[in-house]
């Protein structure tokens, strides 16, 4: 079973961190926003046995690597900020989950960040809204 947690864990830690990772440059590059500098430490969380979870990664194999047609279908920079929020929102609702059953500490974070990500997620698409 940990092999299987591993490879989720590992799964939703790159979903989270690239979401967060697109927004944050759409920021500092589009709009020159200081919210950047915010996205920038929230994706930054230590993982302990990182390591050890990368072991099963398994890319090559995953079964749903082929993009929907929603997820190819993006008509301005708004759209693709909604997506990537939400796709890190998602992911730390996934992490806090998993990590109960191994670490309670890692899963509380996960919950910070996951309400944190609602609170910028209103301000940033103000900065988005204003700025086109």
Do not use: C, W
């Amino acid at each position: 079973m940990k092999n299987n947690l591993y490879r989720t864990i590992d799964a939703n830690l790159n979903r989270f961190k690239e979401g967060i990772r697109v927004v944050e440059d759409i920021l500092r590059y589009e709009f020159n926003s200081s919210l950047a500098k915010k996205l920038k430490n929230l994706r930054h969380i230590k993982i302990p046995n990182y390591e050890e979870i990368l072991k099963y990664r398994n890319a090559n194999n995953d079964i749903l690597k082929p993009s929907t047609k929603n997820e190819q279908l993006r008509t301005s920079l708004k759209d693709i900020v909604i997506a990537n929020l939400k796709r890190a929102q998602e992911s730390a609702r996934v992490l806090e989950e998993i990590y109960k059953l191994i670490d309670i500490n890692l899963s509380e974070k996960f919950k910070q960040k996951r309400y944190e990500l609602y609170s910028l997620e209103k301000e940033i698409l103000d900065i988005i809204s204003r700025g086109t």
